[in-house]
């Protein structure tokens, strides 16, 4: 006569539906089919909460996809860029952030409608007059191979370890964020009709990100704070480097990071970082918005 392994007294013909083992009624653990034992639903448990990273999202089992991806993305555009025209091409007018729209003729740039521009010069669109895209795509345009060598190689070595840290989704979460931020502030400090492109504001949401993290396990900060340092004299050393993108990718990048890492614990931390990052993203639109109504 079988007997529970946990209770050798007790007689019974029920079997942890895992280890095989028979267990009594009060070793009993309702299980998706059958039941199983103590042992075997605690180390299910565990199991699933390994599947977590520290701050609630799923563990990638290669945490460099979504970097690779991003600079494939990337790539993709600096070639399509290349092929038509470099500096001059097309795409760059198109994705580039302008904040407003400018018509552009032999003599210069002008701030005109577009209905006049059109058959008088070439239309530069802008986020102003409806050209929304830019605050994102901007985020992927380079013209220079070294901006974009600069750029994506601080996203290989950053983008993995944040990813193992986050999980995916998050981390694309803080990438986009990061990216919107500092085209937000490019819209409002920025000149109006100059052209913003690259993917600073994301990679400083980044360095801000690894900030963050490092205070909040206690780790040593110092290599980091060096790094931001030498990177902030490149930003105002270097004419043509858009100090604002920056500016606002690292802020962003801190905020979203704060509220992923710094989200209470427990089964709604889920639920508290959504929240936080819809209202965070609502808050960077509206920014945006507010742009578009103080200059219509």
């Given at each position: 006569m079988p007997v529970c392994y946990r209770h050798p007294g007790r007689e019974t013909y029920i079997r942890c539906q895992r280890c095989d083992r028979p267990i009594c009624p009060d070793c009993m653990r309702d299980a998706s089919v059958g039941f199983q034992c103590p042992e075997c639903v605690?180390?299910?448990?565990?199991?699933?909460?390994?599947?977590?990273?520290?701050?609630g999202g799923l563990r990638p089992t290669d945490a460099s996809r979504t970097s690779m991806v991003l600079i494939a993305l990337n790539v993709a555009v600096w070639i399509a860029i290349s092929v038509t025209g470099g500096a001059a091409s097309r795409l760059v007018d198109l994705l580039a952030l302008r904040t407003n729209g400018v018509c552009l003729t032999g003599e210069g740039?002008?701030?005109?409608?577009?209905?006049?521009c059109e058959g008088n010069g070439t239309w530069l669109p802008g986020f102003v007059d409806g050209a929304f895209w830019q605050v994102l795509s901007?985020?992927?345009?380079?013209?220079?191979?070294?901006?974009?060598?600069f750029n994506m190689l601080a996203l290989y070595l950053i983008g993995p370890q944040l990813e193992a840290v986050l999980g995916r989704a998050r981390f694309l979460a803080l990438y986009l964020i990061s990216l919107l931020a500092g085209s937000v502030v490019v819209l409002w400090a920025a000149s109006q009709y100059g052209a913003t492109v690259g993917a600073s504001g994301a990679i400083y949401g980044l360095f801000a990100a690894l900030l963050v993290v490092?205070?909040?396990v206690g780790g040593d900060m110092r290599q980091l704070l060096i790094l931001v340092a030498i990177n902030v004299v490149i930003t105002f050393a270097v004419p043509n480097i858009s100090w604002q993108g920056h500016l606002g990718g690292f802020v962003g990048g801190a905020v979203v990071t704060a509220l992923l890492v710094h989200a209470p614990r427990g089964p709604r931390r889920g639920a508290f970082q959504v929240v936080g990052l819809v209202l965070l993203t609502l808050s960077l639109l509206a920014a945006a918005v507010l742009r578009i109504a103080a200059l219509s």
């Open positions: 605690a180390e299910g448990a565990r199991s699933t909460r390994q599947n977590r990273t520290a701050y740039g002008f701030d005109v409608a577009r209905a006049v901007s985020g992927f345009t380079h013209v220079q191979l070294m901006h974009l060598g490092a205070r909040k």
